[in-house]
């Protein structure tokens, strides 16, 4: 079971903080991602008080949930954020966040991305290759500044993860193979006059749920670290990138306090800044997704519950074959069958949970677990469907943060080859 403690069963009702999903769904329609700003705050704060004492930032991966509200609440709680595209970084500016707290995270930044982080003064650009320090470094100086740059280094550590969300791995196409690292560190600092290479950056995937991969990274390139000091390379940050997995399903998964912890440890008596970039252990269960049932069908050998929101709306279960719980909005007695929890959409693998006990009837409402992160930010509009709206309970206030879009505005940027030929 995903573990929340903003969404819980009173009086027999699954609320958000203390409004019942219930309203939520009759206000707001389904379906429709519901987050709960107390979950977030909680999350963020329980990272940065486990790094207290030390000199820490925190940014953010901000593709985990983009939305300019959640943006905005990691801003004003202190939040830098790692981005990965121009996108992100108009984003990150829009909601209020600093530009000398975010750092810029990718395999393929453009020139013109490279152009606006620049402009904006971002804190560091992780830079993922012997090229791309050669592209930036032609663009600072065009531009007549300075690169901040850290090394993304592969430290090739099996993160025991999901394949697709593994990085860490020399065969992953992420990174500066380590034994490439030292000689890049050093032809940086003699043949690229316009960036300054001052920090080492890892990450080797995400939804991590054993601390010994963090621990084995972090040894790799404190190691590498303490090389490159030997040798007169300064480094002022070390980013241990992201990864902290949650609990979706029977995973049990380090507490934050722990993973800080154990990364501090690693560090033990190094003055270095400390920067890591959790995305899913932030806003993961500080989220669901409300949805609707529309039909029940009794094939003859399962049950199918057809819901209102599908692959195009949470694609994690599709993508990796991943698990969300999914609860009844209002708590029932009586016999439960086993269902197969699929969407509209015209696919097979178009599902949002296989072989679920539920006793459920026409128009019931289902919560899925811990969707905050990576649910609406991978979402996409396949089969014409509009994205839903996105709401953020505060207490006893509901916010709309994202209006459910209209088929019009889907439409709007195409255009036919001849508007006469209808
Ligand atoms: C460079 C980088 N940093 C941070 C993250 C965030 O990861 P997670 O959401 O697992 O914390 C990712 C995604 O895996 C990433 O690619
Ligand atoms: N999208 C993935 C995580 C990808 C992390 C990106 N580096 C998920 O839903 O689990």
Redesign the pocket.
Known sequence: MSESVTFTYQSGQLHAESVPLSAIAKQFGTPCYVYSRKALTAAYQAFDQAFAGRDHLI?Y?V??NANLAILNVLARLGSGF?I?SGGELQRVLTAGGDPQKIVF??VGKSQDEMRAALAAGILCF?VESEMELASLNQVAKEMNRIAPVSL?VNPDVDAKTHPY?S?GLKENK?GIPMNEAERIYLTAALSFSHVHVTGL?C?I????TELEPFIEASDKMLALLDRLEKQGVHIEHLDL?????IRYDQETPPSIQNYVAALCRCLDNRKQRLLI????????NSGILLTRVEYLKHAPHRNFAIVDAAMNDLMRPALYDAYHDILPVISKTGECMTYQVVGPVCETGDFIGHDRKLNLAKDDLLSVMAAG??GMSMSSNYNTRPRVAEVMVDGDTVHLIRARETVEQLMAPEKMLDEHHR
């Open positions: 940014c991966a593709k985990a790692d990965v995270s990718g992780n993304r969300i990085t992420f950056d990450h995937g995400s939804q991590l990138g992201g990864g902290l997995g970039e959790p995305g899913r252990s932030l806003v993961g992160a990576y």
